[in-house]
Each structure stands twice: as structure tokens, then as C-alpha cells.
């Protein structure tokens, strides 16, 4: 296990994380924390108070884009990247020529920033990537785009969660009324209980279905500030945590996982995010025909999810059942620690039922077990709406 | 518990993680050790056989499912259940905290002691787990 964990990235909390004892593993290249304490002592501190995520090794690459570059980067994308203002972020996929996922992203248009050293790293537009597929969606943007990348690897990334979360900021001096609205991002000075005082970037975004942020960190202070928010935060009710209850959260807010619940096999009309497609008619992009086919047709398959009522928990992998046919394939389960009982993600063929209420099976090992589909999320937190 | 990790002394285990903790001559109580306990993450559901059921070596007399895997319990031995850990259905987690104490699973009584010797030592089982 040492040999294996020894030729991973790590984050620049990783020694930190070792020595208080969290259980690491690897994950997409990465040596990550799975979990600091109890993954349901984890998840329900996010949902009842606030929880701190390392998310490190996720990748960030800016772009700086003029008016000829924003229509060949706008072109990768089905959202439409030139409506976003400066300060806004858009969730967004590439997609293949097939319509296929070969990543989903979140890509801001950066706000003027003041700070110098934060400037320099951030101006223009940054992509946030899955860890496991930046290396290929730099190449991807290199393919298409002519203009310079930068991947930047100085600054780090925490994700700040949950309803105490505005609360614990507080306690570093960031005002409630300066916080970025949802799906925004802006720069703010964050100050030590030391005295010391430096400028982040904060994006309201997040992956856990509740309130949050997500923090663009310079790895100078990252070590120091995790250990300020713990220590600050601890009073009200924050813990760190690891990927095991990072899943459990995004999988009760229906989020998915890329390389699980979407892949390059999978659209975003099939997968539930065509809310996320813009559909101008000058809105060229990849994938537009493939994904235009399926529209029209709505012979495609259909993201589900599923409510189960005993203990059997269905995992990835297994076969959706109706009718003594297998019409779908589970892309995640678990349980669900705020609800408490197993739920389940996955997809079933165009002709099968789908809707809310409609009752399927799902063959975990040798049972059967009944699944009733839900509409998405299964939670859902009251929003303060950006 | 901070050395719950280590295997008592009246513990035998198989290949396939259970363990049998022998507390008098024809009664023992069945569970899974640490390791395997470590290696499936935190438990969150346990299903167990009834008292009364007669079980063979080697199939299966329930499951548990942790946040991310289910697996299969095998017999150690053959045996009649005796008592079942109903404290489990509420705290799985008592598993992961100390499984050869408080997260016991069953308890039986052996149809064939002799069939204890068939049974890893914790040095053996030491050799695997890891």
C-alpha cells in the first residue's frame, strides 16, 4: 500500500492530513483523505453544520480569450460562454463529436481582481476540471483553441460547505454581504487569527447540495488557513471531510460523477443536464447535431433516480430490471445518511418507464429489490438563491 | 478503541475474514476481524440469521453492507445459532469500532469442534491480512 500511495500527487495538505490520522487513499492519481472521522458523522456535519473539503487535486487552468478565441472556446462548450459576465460561473461539459461527456466543468469569467500576485494567476476565464481528466481536457482546449493555457498549480482549491459556512468566514473577517451570489465568484482578503491577512478567490459553488463555497487558495498559505478554519470552525459544529461522505453528499444532491454517472458513452440530454444545453441557433458546438438527434427523436436513454426501501444498497454495475427485462445498468448507489435508506442512480432504456413513482427492480447479487424512481434531487437544502 | 486492531488470543479466523472467538468449549461467537472491517469502510447495514438456524461451514449466514461495498459472511464452522447481536441493527458501526468485542455477530453452538482446527491462528491470519 506505501509503494502505491508513494507515486501519487498530493495536495499541499497531504502531511497535514497523515498526521491527524485521516485514512488516505488513492484517487485519480491523487493521494486523498477518504475520511477524518465517521463518513456519517462527516455527511451530516455538512448538512447540519459545516464541513471543510480538500479538493486539491482538482485541476485549474485560465485562459486569457479575445472575441475570435471566445467563439473557439464557446464552441467546446453547449452552454453559451458569451453571455457570462465578469464574476460569473456556468456548469458546463465537452463533449465529443457523439454528444459523448469528456468532462463536466464549471468555468468562470474572473472579476478584475486587485490583488497582484492573484491577478497575475487569474485573469481571463478558468476551467475548473475532475482531477482525473485534466490532463486530457488541456489537450482537448490545445486541440481546438490557439490561444496560451495555464494549469495552475501555486493555488490550491478547499471546498467550504453547509449552512454554518457564511459563519465560519465570519471569523476571518469576511462580511455575510460581501460573499458572491450563487454561481458567482469574486476575490476577497480573508485575515488570520494571527493578524496576517491574504486574498482568495471564492466561487458559490459546490458539490454537496447544500450552501457553500469553494476557495482558490495560494499553497503559500494553504497549510495554515486549513488549519485557522478547522480551529475556528470546530465551535460551530465544522469538520474536515474526506471523499467517502463527499460522495454520499453529492449523490443525495443528485450531482454526477464523471467516469460513473457520465462518461464519454453518455449525453447530457440522456443524463438529466439539458437544462445545462443552450440551444441559440448561433450557438455552434460540438456535439450540437448528435445531441439535436436525441432531442428530437427522445429515443435516447433516461438518467433515473432511485428511492429503495429495504437494506440492500445497489452499487455501479448493476442491472436495472423491468418486466424480467434488463432495461438499465446502476451508475451509483449508496446510502443515504440524511434519509436512511439505500438510494440509487443509473439509466434505463428509452421505452421504459421513468417518470416519478414508477416502480423497477434492481438486481444487487441475488436479490431483487424493488426501486421507485424519484424525481431529482433527493435533497435538497433551502437554497439561498444567487 | 485504540487497540482494537489487535486479535485476542481465543480468536481463530478463515481466509475469507470471519473470525470465531471461542468463549467455552462448545460456544463461540462469530464475527469479522478488524482488517476486514478496515477494508470494507464504515458499515451501515447488517443482516444476520435467526437464533435457531443451523448453518454449514463455509455458507453464508448473512451480509453487510458498508458505504461502499456489500460482502457475503461465511460459517467458520458448522453450527446451530444460538444468539444474534440485535445491538448491530441499530450500530453497525459497533463493527468497525471493535469487532472482536462489541461487534460480535452471532453466537453458536458448534456441531464439530474438531472443525476448529481447520481455522487460521492469528499469526496465520496475520500472513494474509495485510
Known amino acids: ?386 | 478503541m485504540a487497540d482494537s486492531h489487535i486479535i485476542p488470543d481465543n480468536v481463530k479466523l478463515t481466509e475469507t475474514h470471519e473470525y470465531l472467538r471461542i468463549d467455552d468449549d462448545d460456544r463461540a461467537r462469530v464475527g469479522i476481524s478488524h482488517f476486514a472491517a478496515e477494508q470494507l469502510g464504515d458499515i451501515v447495514f447488517i443482516e444476520l440469521p435467526e437464533v435457531g438456524q443451523r448453518i454449514e461451514k463455509g455458507d453464508t449466514f448473512g451480509s453487510i453492507e458498508s458505504v461502499k461495498a456489500a460482502s457475503d459472511l461465511y460459517m467458520p464452522v458448522s453450527a446451530e445459532v444460538v444468539a444474534v447481536n440485535t445491538q448491530l441493527t441499530e450500530e453497525p458501526e459497533l463493527i468497525n469500532d471493535n469487532s472482536y468485542g462489541d461487534g460480535w455477530m452471532i453466537e453458536i453452538s458448534l456441531s464439530n469442534p474438531d472443525e476448529v482446527n481447520e481455522l487460521m491462528t492469528p499469526a496465520q491470519y496475520s500472513q494474509i491480512a495485510q
Open chain 1, 1 to 386: 500500500m506505501q509503494s502505491e500511495l508513494s507515486t501519487l500527487c498530493q495536495t499541499p495538505l497531504g502531511p497535514h492530513h497523515r498526521s491527524v490520522g485521516a485514512k488516505m487513499v488513492p484517487f485519480a492519481g491523487w493521494e486523498m483523505p477518504l475520511q477524518f472521522s465517521k463518513v456519517k458523522e462527516e455527511h451530516l456535519a455538512v448538512r447540519s453544520a459545516a464541513g471543510l473539503f480538500d479538493i486539491g487535486h482538482m485541476g485549474l487552468v485560465t485562459l486569457q480569450l479575445d472575441e475570435a478565441s471566445l467563439g473557439a472556446f464557446n464552441a467546446l462548450v453547449p452552454q453559451d460562454l458569451r453571455k457570462l459576465t465578469p464574476g460569473k460561473a456556468v456548469y458546463t461539459q465537452f463533449l465529443n463529436e457523439r454528444g459523448g461527456i469528456i468532462d463536466d466543468l464549471i468555468i468562470y469569467r474572473l472579476p478584475e481582481l486587485s490583488d497582484s500576485q492573484l491577478s497575475d494567476a487569474f485573469s481571463g476565464w478558468l476551467v475548473i476540471c475532475n482531477a482525473s481528466n485534466t490532463a486530457e481536457d488541456i489537450a482537448w482546449m490545445q486541440q481546438h483553441l490557439s490561444v496560451p493555457l495555464k494549469h495552475q498549480t501555486h493555488y490550491t482549491l478547499f471546498a467550504l460547505q453547509g449552512p454554518h459556512f457564511s459563519a465560519v468566514l465570519d471569523r476571518f473577517g469576511v462580511r455575510a454581504e460581501q460573499l458572491p451570489a450563487r454561481f458567482h465568484v469574486a476575490e476577497l482578503s480573508v485575515k488570520l487569527p494571527t493578524g496576517d491577512s491574504f486574498s482568495i478567490l471564492v466561487a458559490r459553488t459546490g458539490y454537496t447540495g447544500e450552501d457553500g463555497v469553494e476557495l482558490i487558495v495560494p499553497i503559500a498559505f494553504a497549510s495554515v488557513f486549513w488549519a485557522a478554519l478547522i480551529e475556528q470552525g470546530a465551535p460551530l459544529g465544522l469538520l474536515p471531510i474526506g471523499l467517502a461522505a463527499r460522495d454520499t453528499l453529492r449523490l443525495e444532491a443528485a450531482y454526477p460523477l464523471h467516469g460513473h454517472d457520465i462518461t464519454p458513452d453518455y449525453t447530457p440530454i440522456e443524463a438529466g443536464l439539458g437544462w445545462s444545453v443552450k440551444w441559440a441557433e448561433d450557438n455552434a458546438f460540438i456535439g450540437r447535431d448528435a445531441l439535436n438527434t436525441q432531442k428530437q427523436t427522445a429515443n435516447h436513454k433516461h438518467f433515473v433516480c432511485f428511492n429503495l426501501s429495504g437494506r440492500t444498497i445497489p452499487r455501479q454495475d448493476d442491472t436495472i430490471m423491468y418486466q424480467g427485462k434488463a432495461v438499465g445498468v446502476v451508475t451509483s448507489g449508496s446510502i443515504s445518511m440524511s434519509l436512511g435508506h439505500p438510494i440509487a442512480m443509473g439509466y434505463v432504456d428509452a421505452s421504459t418507464p421513468h417518470a416519478p413513482g414508477d416502480i423497477l427492480q434492481i438486481q444487487v447479487r441475488d436479490t431483487l429489490a424493488e426501486a421507485t424512481i424519484t424525481s431529482r434531487p433527493f435533497y435538497s437544502a433551502n437554497r439561498i438563491k444567487g
